[in-house]
């Protein structure tokens, strides 16, 4: 059974840190294409980074660039989105979603129900003092 699992959400204050993992089994990642997703209340499900495992080639929202990494780690399968600076705007259910094969990331990240076989549970972070 393919399966992601989220984790690292929290609470956390203006200006504060977190790094969300999304841990993969029943497949290995390396021949995947992987994305972070969030959708905060009463909004759609918005990509903020996709990674590709082949060539590492990323893309990040406008939302998220200088702020956010996104890095795999192969042996562990698990994906990392390490977040910096985070806004209250930043609020939301944080995603990974995956898709077999070497995806255009931006593609991928802009119209996701497109590509993605596996979705996660979702982990939640809030930003607010």
């Known amino acids: 059974q393919l399966q992601l699992v989220e984790s690292g959400g929290d609470l956390v204050q203006p200006g504060g840190s977190l790094r969300l993992s999304c841990a993969a089994s029943?497949?290995?990642?390396?021949?995947?294409?992987i994305g972070w997703f969030r959708q905060a209340p009463g909004k759609e499900r918005e990509g903020v980074s996709c990674?590709?495992?082949?060539?590492?080639?990323?893309y990040f929202a406008d939302s998220a660039k200088g702020r956010f990494a996104i890095s795999v780690d192969n042996a562990e399968n698990t994906v990392y989105l390490q977040m910096n600076n985070l806004k209250p705007e930043d609020t939301a259910e944080y995603y990974c979603?995956?898709?077999?094969?070497?995806?255009?990331?931006?593609?991928?990240?802009?119209?996701?129900?497109?590509?993605?076989?596996?979705w996660g549970q979702g982990t939640r972070v809030t930003v607010s003092s």
């Open positions: 979603g995956a898709a077999r094969g070497a995806i255009n990331v931006q593609a991928m990240c802009v119209t996701p129900l497109w590509y993605l076989e596996v």
């Open positions: 990674i590709s495992s082949k060539d590492e080639s990323t």
């Open positions: 029943g497949f290995t990642l390396d021949d995947y294409t």
